[in-house]
């Protein structure tokens, strides 16, 4: 049995795809006719695995006399057949093939029998065996999958766990395996492994450093996630394989295994890691009570800002804005800060690292405005950066109190207290023209005085005036009460406005012996309407809210005068008959 081998893909070599053609020849080296002959082919590869002809041995030819089945003394018969090189064969490295053939001479069954023989070999009744040419092929795949640390999130303290798969394409043994990696982060920063590639198992049991036709060999490397992976977004992991065979030296860097992905070989094996940028901000507040009469004007409101990194990446660029405005939505102004204090975990006052918290402080000096309103609200916004953009995470403070309802981003409020007060005194100068005393005709300055004496600006100042003699019988002013200096329509915590009042001292004054007034006075206090009110007070006597009372001195006199006329009885002398008229 001779073989010829078809190059049937071109490539100069024995292997997958070719086709081997078998020629069979049976010579009849008898003297009598063989008859009834039958040919047995036996095909296997190269580690003894059973194959089966594409095309069973087929008679040819035979010389003349002889046919297929009988055969003439000293005659041939030619018979083909052929097989196509299957992968499995190749990576056995051979293809090996015997036909036995028996015949019955003249009067017997099945007496003649023979095996095949190469003829291009010395050796007899050897097999045809047609090597198959050392092909080396590996391929090579990195898979991963993390080892989860159990908080439910990819980041700090999982572990990365690539599996490379080399598998051994060829049909030689692949020894001498050496594994280069590649590692770096999506930034394109060299990585180390926390453990290099090392031997798990192989599928068909070789050892580590052997690889057998088909085998597959398992090596595993991890690493250790650390927050620069974090930040930059993931890892790229790729390892070149080289390995030595009998055929040479082959190398192969390895795919994702993934060929859905678009990238059916040789793509880099990825691992994505999402960013999570978080921060959150709380704000907390103190007051120092400088006069420990509750939170009003003058105290001292501290606030203390902490910004915590809650995300997976570092940030970067923060900065805090700050909003402070009284319960009237009224711009405030602090009088320091943010001031940066302190930061953990190696956190500065413009860099947070996770799990890391940044704390700054402020102070505000509470104002007339701020206590006019009853509150002081403060919010601030911090804003950073995160590796994947700029100025990207942000929150809104929240006061830290979620027992008041509101457990998101609420400001931080100040409750202030005051009350609204006014004092009012009234105070009466006289004009004597003729310095004669409190009479008719003189004039009564009155000057009154209004102060607010509370702790709330006051709003819409009016004032009404009661002026009566002593008998309660009511007079009028001459003038006023006029404004002479302040701002009716805002006083002031502490300041004052200034009215004048005048009446001349007429005649019902005079006969009641006294002249009373007395001023009321209304105002506003924040937010309501005319709820604060005064009397006026004479600041010259020791009683409160007392009229000021102007007293007129009582002078009465009077003067009798007496006349007579005498109407004479015409006789020219005074006497009996005239009649004397008094008056």
Known sequence: KSSSVVDVNSNGKTDTGDQINYTIVLTNTGNALLSDISITDTLADGAGNTLSLTTTPTFVSASAGSTSVTLEAGDQATFSASYVIEQSAANTGSVINRATVTASSPGNTNDVTDTSDDPNTA????????????????????????????????????????????????NVPLTSIVISDTFTDYLGNVMSLTTTPSFDFSDLGSNEGNITPGEKAYYIATFEVDQASIDAGGLLNQATVTVSSTGGQV????????????????????????????????????????????????????????????????????????????????????????TFVSATASSTSTTLQVGGTATFTAVYTVD?????????????????????????????????????????????????????????????????????????????????????????TLTGVSISDTITDGNSGALSLSSGPTLTSGNAASLAVGASLTYSATFVINQPAVDSGSVINVANITASSPGQTRNVSGTSDDPDTVAQDDPTVVTISSNPSIEVLKSVQITDNGDGVTGIGDVATYT
Not at 283 to 312: C, H, R, W
Not at 421 to 438: E, F, H, R, Y
């Open 251 to 338: 190398s192969d860097t390895s795919d994702d295994g993934l060929d859905g992905d678009g990238n059916t070989t040789n793509d880099v094996t990825e691992l994505v890691i999402d960013h999570d940028p978080v921060i959150l901000v709380t704000k907390t507040a103190s007051v120092n009570d400088i006069s420990s009469d509750g939170n009003n004007l003058d105290d001292v409101i501290t606030y203390t800002i902490s910004v915590e990194n809650q995300g997976n990446v570092t940030l970067n660029d923060l900065t805090l804005t700050d909003t402070l405005t009284d319960g009237n939505d009224q711009g405030l102004t602090l009088d320091s800060g943010p």
């Open 368 to 456: 007339q405005q701020a206590v006019d309103s009853g509150r002081v609200l403060n919010s601030a916004v911090g804003l950073a950066s995160s590796p994947s953009g700029n100025s990207d995470t942000s929150d809104t403070s929240d006061d830290g109190d979620d027992s008041d309802g509101d457990i998101d981003d609420d400001p931080t409020i100040i409750t202030l207290t005051a009350t609204p007060s006014i004092d009012v005194s009234k105070s009466a100068s006289l004009v004597d023209p003729d310095n004669n005393g409190t009479d008719i005709g003189d004039t009564i300055v009155y000057t009154i005085t209004v102060t607010n004496t509370g702790g709330l």
């Open 123 to 170: 050796q007899a009744d050897d097999a045809t065996i047609v090597s198959i040419t050392p092909t080396p092929a590996v391929e090579v795949t990195k898979t991963v999958a993390v080892v989860e640390n159990g908080d439910g999130d990819l980041g700090l303290g999982d572990t990365v766990r690539y599996t490379i798969v080399i598998e051994n394409k060829g």
